[in-house]
C-alpha cells in the first residue's frame, strides 16, 4: 500500500498540471479571438463614433 501512495500523488499533480495547462489554452484562445474580434471591429466602431459624433455636434439649421 505505501508503495501506492506516492504514485497517487504523482498522478494527482499531473492532473492538476495538466488541468493548468487547458485552462491556460483555453483563457490564451479567447484573449485571441478577443483581440482580433477588436481589431477586425475597431475601424467599424470608430467610423460609425466619428459619424455619430459629427451628427450631434453639427449645427441645427
Do not use: D, K, T, W
Request: charged share 15%; aromatic share 8%; glycine share 10%.
Amino acid at each position: 500500500m505505501s508503495s501506492q501512495r506516492p504514485l497517487r500523488r504523482g498522478a494527482q499533480r499531473r492532473v492538476r498540471g495538466a488541468a493548468m495547462v487547458e485552462y491556460s489554452v483555453l483563457i490564451g484562445a479567447v484573449a485571441l479571438g478577443a483581440s482580433v474580434a477588436l481589431v477586425g471591429l475597431g475601424v467599424a466602431f470608430v467610423n460609425s463614433f466619428e459619424h455619430v459624433r459629427e451628427l450631434v455636434l453639427y449645427p441645427f439649421p
